[in-house]
């Protein structure tokens, strides 16, 4: 059965067991950072399994897109050396959210097993694990499913720490989890290994298929464990290892999918095809690892997720490389893997043209960086030395992108030992720092069970309503007095929660003897929002009848910022083209900022054209409506779904004439002229591929243009300027004078440096035959050296002179000879040994030479080592 095929034929058993089919998500997780990655089937349900989030399904099943090459699942160092490690692999799963529980799941997962209408494997090649506490899993499967008794495997905490057990699953350190119970396919005694729980478990015998996980608990920071509202069930099979078992295969690299990725890397690498090379396993794996990620939004960089798929593109190249492929060929697998997977997944399709230059562009990168360390690791080998030093190796590696295996094979070739240890420990003072620095961290939410609070805030800015839960320092009280900061759920509310990039509403909550200060307004579940802020006097109780009113001259502001986002969204489309997708933005009272993806800075020409694209939409003045629809009737609509987003079955359509669809749940104008005026105010990169504009509007606008006249103003008093239309001529002038200024100073420091080099003559050492001028002057810029050099050495016919500056922490060198001198002293021979001393490299003529560096404190004992240079040459 075909790998396609099997996916096909999962969803739809599940489909007819009642479950939902809901699409994959995004392998960049919405709004979670204690993820890297998506890296299981259920990360995009975890708020349903917590209770934050509810879906109009019990059960559901997907074919998620999965990456491990990062945090706490990482098995990057394990692809191609093993049958069943991938960076990027595919997990099928069947959900249920509080509706049923281990016996069916547990019985659904054999049905679709060993049935004769799905996939009919031999029961007698099954069994089972369960955590060694859970009886009711065992009891299940041997009373009710039938499976022996010798068939059934408990394992305990076998990884040092309760509930640290191959059969006690969690998503991270925090988050859902719960005991698993996993299914095993015994490949037969023919095959080295042994049962799970035994010394052999290593082994290709018995391979891992399926892991039913019953969802408990919920763990916190603190490492405690919090029983679910409703226990659930979570399950996963991966796609490629169950694929190798129905086409009688021991390593997912035989499986129909791979064998043709193989043999598409085996085309561009110009070698035979082999299922056998680890190199051409590592190509396969690693195209669709970063064909995917780049396909979800992730591009090349210096740090998060972008450094990982960084790794994972260079580690490909440098397989390649070791395979004799000098050249980019990378991306040229694309194709091949859209032939594979783009029916299945037509983000693929779509992002086609981005993904290949986004590889095309980073195969080139690397080879700068292959040429740059080659050059570093050669200097440090030239010192002579048996052992490279783990600091070189990891700085290498790490500054400088070069690949370990890289090093070591260089090493290998020229018989020199690598302090691993070294290596080792610097990779683990970074580890630390790392974790130290981390982003991907969680915090604490409110506890919270009860009824949803209803936003009223698309139509009424004061509303009264009703106290339903309070908190003060996180906990849940039944009142707050004077002067305490705590949060205030409400059963109606007029103040938005901070989504979507909008920031939350502030405002006040108010009886007749009590006012609570609101200073900010977040979600504590999706449909639960609390207040937070300060009582200012009185007291509040659960229960009370409140006045809830928003600062509505904030709230007016932030809307015009969040409309003009959306029209400067769709006119950066217009302009730059499609692939503009937003990677985040802000919407503030303030401004709205707004990061997008896009190669290179836009030109002052494109950033005049989205300013009057918004303008003109602005002035039209259209109706902006908002309309409720489901998800999949939006998008046929035309309706534009934002990147990283996480949206339901039903979602709010906001239209603003024919300007810009889009789906949004934040607060918005009634008609686009109410946004008054856009202006830019910044367009500056912020990571390899993103850009980010800073832009106001309204007020915003007319306060940037008086404080630019402001500015306008002072500048022409300042120059003394008669008109605005001076300024330009009068900074002109001032520049050239000041250029003037400077020559004449360069020229009064030439003739001091000049005269200085004259009197060098007199302090000449003799060496042999030659006499030496060898020092530095102080103020002279490379060109003074050279003019004071080349006089120098045309009085006399033994002159050997080497000169030195610093200026701007740099230093400049200039060497020279006399003729007579020069076939054996050689000018170009001499600054290149000193300018290696001070970071540099430089030659020249056997007479004349300069040369610079970048260490201006080694420049003294640099000068001090040519008394003996020059002597050596005579000897």
Known sequence: MKTAQIRTNFLKFFEQQGHQIVASSSLVPFNDPTLLFTNAGMNQFKDVFLGFDERPYKRATTSQKCVRAGGKHNDLENVGYTARHHTFFEMLGNFSFGDYFKKEALTFAWTFLTSPQWLN????????????????????????????????????????????????????????????????????????????GSPEEDGDRFVEIWNCVFMQFNRDEQGVMH?????????????????????????????????????????????????????????????RA?????????????????????????????????????????????????????????????????????????????????????????????????????????KLYDTYGFPFDLTADICRERQIEMDEAGFEKEMEAQRQRARAASSFKTSAVLEYTGEDTHFEGYTENTVSAKIIALYKNGEAVTQLNAEDEGSVVLDHTPFYAESGGQVGDIG???????????????????????QHGQLINGSLKVGDT???????????????????THLMHKALRDILGTHVEQKGSLVTPERTRFDFAHPQAMTEDQIKQVEKQVNLAILANVPVAANLMSYDDAIKSGAMALFGEKYGDEVRVLKMGDFSTELCGGTHVNRTGDIGSFKIISEI??????????????????????????????????????????????????????????????????????????????????????????TELKDANAATLREVAEALKDKADNIVVLLASVQDNKVSLCAAVSKTLSSTIKAGDLVKFVAEQVGGKGGGRPDLAQAGGTEPAQLAQALASVHQWVADQQA
């Open 508 to 530: 006040e909550i108010y009886t007749a003897n009590a006012k609570f200060s609101v200073q900010d307004t977040q979600k504590i579940k999706a449909a639960v929002f609390a």
């Open 290 to 394: 970063c064909s995917f990620l780049i396909a979800d939004g992730v591009l090349p960089a210096n740090d998060g997720r972008g450094y990982v798929l960084r790794r994972i593109i260079r580690r490909a190249i440098r397989h390649g490389y070791k395979l004799g492929q000098k050249q980019a060929f990378f991306h040229k697998l694309v194709p091949d893997l859209i032939t594979e997977m783009g029916e299945a997944f037509p983000e693929l399709v779509t992002r086609k043209n981005t993904i290949i230059e986004a590889l095309e562009q980073e195969e080139t990168r690397f080879a700068q960086t292959l040429e740059t360390g080659m050059e570093l690791l050669e200097k440090a080998l030239q010192e002579g030395q048996k052992v490279l030093s783990g600091e070189v190796i990891f």
């Open 685 to 774: 990169g912020v990571a390899a591929g993103v850009r980010r504009i800073e832009a106001v509007t309204g007020l915003g606008v007319l306060a940037l243009l008086q404080e630019n006249e402001a500015l306008l103003r002072t500048t022409v008093s300042t120059l003394n300027a008669q008109t605005n239309a001076d300024i330009l001529p009068k900074i002109n002038a001032l520049q050239n004078s000041h250029k003037a200024l400077e020559k004449d100073l360069q020229k009064a420091k030439a003739e001091l440096a000049k005269h200085a080099g004259s009197a060098l003559l007199n302090d000449a050492q003799t060496i042999g035959t030659a006499q030496l001028i060898c």
């Open 121 to 196: 494997l031999p029961k007698e090649k099954l069994l089972a694990t369960v955590y060694a506490d859970d009886d009711e899993a065992f009891d299940i499967w041997h009373k009710v499913i039938g499976l022996p008794v010798d068939r059934i495997i408990r394992i305990g905490d076998n990884k040092g720490a309760k509930y640290a057990s191959d059969n006690f699953w969690t998503m991270g350190d925090t988050g859902p989890c719960g005991p698993c119970s996993e299914i095993f396919y015994d490949h037969g005694e023919e095959i080295w290994g042994g049962p799970p």
């Open 546 to 564: 409140v006045t809830a009113q928003i600062n509505t001259e904030l709230r007016a502001a932030s809307m015009r910022n969040h409309s003009a």
């Open 227 to 287: 029983k679910l509202p409703k226990p659930s069930v979570d399950t996963g099979m991966g796609l490629e290892r169950i694929s190798a078992v129905l086409q009688h295969v021991h390593s997912n690299y035989e499986i129909d999918l791979f064998q043709n990725l193989i043999k598409a890397a085996a085309r561009e690498t110009n070698i035979p095809f082999s299922l056998n090379e680890p190199s051409l396993k590592v190509i396969a794996d690693h195209i």
